[in-house]
């Protein structure tokens, strides 16, 4: 995977690398990129230095430098208002346009969604944007695969658009898989309650061998589903990594359904709304986090701002209505029709919109972490993309030298503040120090 995003990035590493902040003294600076907008979503400009104050861990710290960054045309970026720069800061690096990584995730989400994106993407590179920014399209599944390699060239980008290798890799998708096996999860229940009690009404020890039995086939789901979201958060990761060593500003858009960071719990879900009195059918016990944390750690590190994209719009529950995972037709049994009815249905929609907002926590942390933004709920794509490209068009950077010294490795949080407090601020919420031999 690394070789290959270094072949897709070729054009853009060819170049100078920016160097590192750092001050005279070697002791490296934390940059901190700043939007500003007010309550209705519009960007404010115009703000300085001494409009901003920076928290690391609730100690207010001293602001080394502050910059504004403005698009400049097909020329990139200019950097104006170079306040508050202190003497014995380096040179700030001559801006680069920004590069947006378009990645989208097929191991969570279905063909019909990626339709939606891809009109929205048309909409938005037929119009020329202005920028000179470059875009790369990728997708993350199973495997990394390269949809367009780094381009200024709206046309080229609408082209793949349209292109067969971009449509296959979006026929692969394996949400349609996932939705084959939780309805499968679903009709095994529906048997399990034709012959043993199911609902509120299910206690005790009856059917002990039959439940133990369902528990270990809903494990294994589990188990094969961990393995899949543990490489497509290493791959997320790689991809991170590989965007940090492009020089200038940098933009992951994650197109997504959504992830869970417990892999199995769409099954259990299923399960424990057909036997919500048996805890070991609540939720699996593996959870991804850390897997999570580590992506977080290094596109924080490298100041790349992560923008989770919800491919779902405005959705409904999926087991109501006769949508693919609605049961209603089934044959029960006795038990079954006793237990189930109108009421099983909500249960199961509860459970569903319970995962759903699961699935989008993962991609919120991600945003949030680096400054970025999760964009969901909504069936204006077009509106969303637009917003992300905006963030890149105009905000502001930070830098300070942090008071605490220590290279342990801890997590730092950072908190941005302006003066007028009716606006509002994006930016990264903190960083993992540096660890030293010791630690």
């Not at 057909?274 to 070991?280: D, G, K, M, T, V």
């Not at 986090?289 to 919800?310: E, L, T, W």
């Amino acid at each position: 995977m690394r070789i290959g995003l270094i072949f897709v990035l070729a054009g853009l590493l060819s170049g100078q690398q920016e160097p590192e902040v750092r001050l005279r003294s070697d002791v490296r600076q934390v940059l901190v990129p700043v939007v500003v907008t007010d309550a209705k979503g519009h960007h404010v400009t115009g703000l300085q230095a001494s409009d901003f104050t920076v928290f690391e861990d609730g100690i207010r710290q001293e602001i080394r430098s502050f910059s504004v960054e403005a698009e400049a045309g097909a020329g990139g970026l200019i950097r104006r208002a170079p306040a508050a720069t202190t003497p014995d800061a380096a040179p700030a690096p001559a801006p680069r346009p920004r590069t947006y990584v378009i990645c989208f995730d097929t191991l969570h989400s279905t063909f019909g969604n990626f339709a939606r994106v891809r009109k929205a993407l048309e909409q938005l590179f037929s119009k020329d944007n202005g920028s000179g920014a470059q875009f790369v399209m990728v997708s993350l599944g199973r495997q990394l695969r390269v949809i367009q390699t780094a381009t200024a060239d709206q046309k080229q980008l609408l082209s793949r658009l349209h292109d067969k290798t971009f449509l296959d890799v979006l026929r692969g998708a394996d949400a349609e898989a996932m939705a084959t096996e939780i309805n499968a999860t679903r009709i095994r229940l529906e048997q399990f309650c034709k012959s043993c009690p199911c609902g509120a009404a299910a206690r005790g020890n009856q059917c002990y061998p039959e439940r133990q039995d369902l528990k270990q086939q809903l494990t294994m789901q589990a188990a094969r589903t961990a393995q899949l979201n543990q490489a497509f958060l290493e791959g997320l990761k790689g991809l991170v990594t590989e965007l940090g060593n492009v020089p200038g500003g940098r933009t992951l858009m994650l197109i997504s359904d959504g992830f869970s960071l417990t892999p199995g719990a769409e099954f259990f879900a299923v399960a424990s709304a057909y036997l919500p009195n048996y805890s070991e059918f609540h939720f699996p016990d593996e959870n991804l986090s850390s897997q999570m944390a580590a992506a977080m750690a290094v596109a924080a590190k490298q100041d790349i701002r992560v923008y989770g994209v919800d491919s779902r719009g405005l959705s409904s529950p999926a087991f109501s209505g006769g949508g693919m995972s609605d049961a209603s037709s089934s044959g029960m049994g006795q038990n079954g029709a006793r237990n189930r009815g109108g009421s099983m249905l909500t249960e199961l929609d509860r459970k569903q919109n319970s995962i759903a907002f699961m699935n989008g926590a993962g991609m919120a942390q991600l945003a949030a972490a680096t400054g970025g933004m999760y964009l969901h709920d909504s069936n204006d794509l077009v509106g969303e993309l637009q917003q992300v490209l905006a963030d890149g068009r105009e905000f502001y950077m930070l830098s300070y030298v942090p008071a605490n010294h220590a290279e342990d490795g801890k997590f730092r949080k950072i908190t941005v503040v302006v003066h007028d407090a009716k606006q509002i601020i994006r930016a990264k919420e903190g960083y993992w120090a540096e660890t030293s031999p010791t630690h």
